[in-house]
């Protein structure tokens, strides 16, 4: 069997057929009119940092110590994860609020041949938070998993 879906083509052609409809659009105002929605943008775009802010802010006064504990639990399973693999891994909780734990490297390889406590510590970590983040970085993997402290 074999199943061929292009939803990230998809994606990006969705996204140039809007771009084309805002530059048309911007064509079509005077130039007070690009000023006066430049502005209002500006303004939205402010609002949504105050806001932003505000959250942060809130986030900070509600440390919670559980899950600053259970971070380094799992702080402990990544040096663990990133030792038996050969990864660089950086774990950092300096903005208080949230923690990261980042793995680089060529590939990750999980198989057979991968010891069961790398492989459950790595699971421990994949089911423990709530955003993973995985991106190309200078032909390089990076993987990252956010963890809320608040």
């Given at each position: 069997?074999?199943?061929?879906?292009?939803?990230?083509?998809?994606?990006?052609m969705?996204?140039?057929?809007?771009?084309?409809?805002?530059?048309?659009?911007?064509?079509?105002?005077?130039?007070?009119?690009?000023?006066?929605?430049?502005?209002?943008?500006l303004?939205?775009?402010q609002?949504?940092?105050?806001?932003?802010?505000?959250?942060?802010?809130?986030?900070?006064?509600?440390?919670?110590?559980?899950?600053?504990?259970?971070?380094?639990?799992?702080?402990?399973?990544a040096?663990?994860?990133?030792?038996?693999?050969?990864?660089?891994?950086?774990?950092?909780?300096?903005?208080?609020?949230?923690?990261?734990?980042?793995?680089?490297?060529?590939?990750?390889i999980?198989?057979?041949?991968?010891?069961?406590?790398?492989?459950?510590?790595?699971?421990?970590?994949?089911?423990?938070?709530?955003?993973?983040?995985?991106?190309?970085?200078?032909?390089?993997?990076?993987?990252?998993?956010?963890?809320?402290?608040?």
């Amino acid at each position: 069997m074999k199943i061929r879906r292009l939803y990230y083509e998809e994606s990006k052609m969705s996204d140039r057929i809007i771009e084309e409809k805002v530059k048309a659009k911007m064509c079509k105002m005077s130039e007070e009119e690009q000023i006066r929605d430049k502005k209002q943008k500006l303004m939205e775009a402010q609002a949504i940092v105050e806001m932003a802010k505000m959250r942060i802010d809130a986030k900070l006064n509600n440390i919670s110590q559980e899950r600053v504990k259970h971070f380094e639990k799992m702080a402990k399973k990544a040096l663990h994860v990133a030792q038996e693999l050969f990864l660089n891994v950086e774990i950092d909780s300096e903005k208080g609020y949230v923690g990261t734990i980042e793995f680089t490297g060529d590939a990750m390889i999980i198989n057979e041949y991968v010891e069961e406590s790398v492989i459950q510590d790595f699971r421990d970590l994949m089911c423990s938070t709530k955003e993973i983040m995985i991106v190309p970085a200078d032909k390089l993997v990076k993987i990252v998993f956010y963890y809320s402290l608040s």
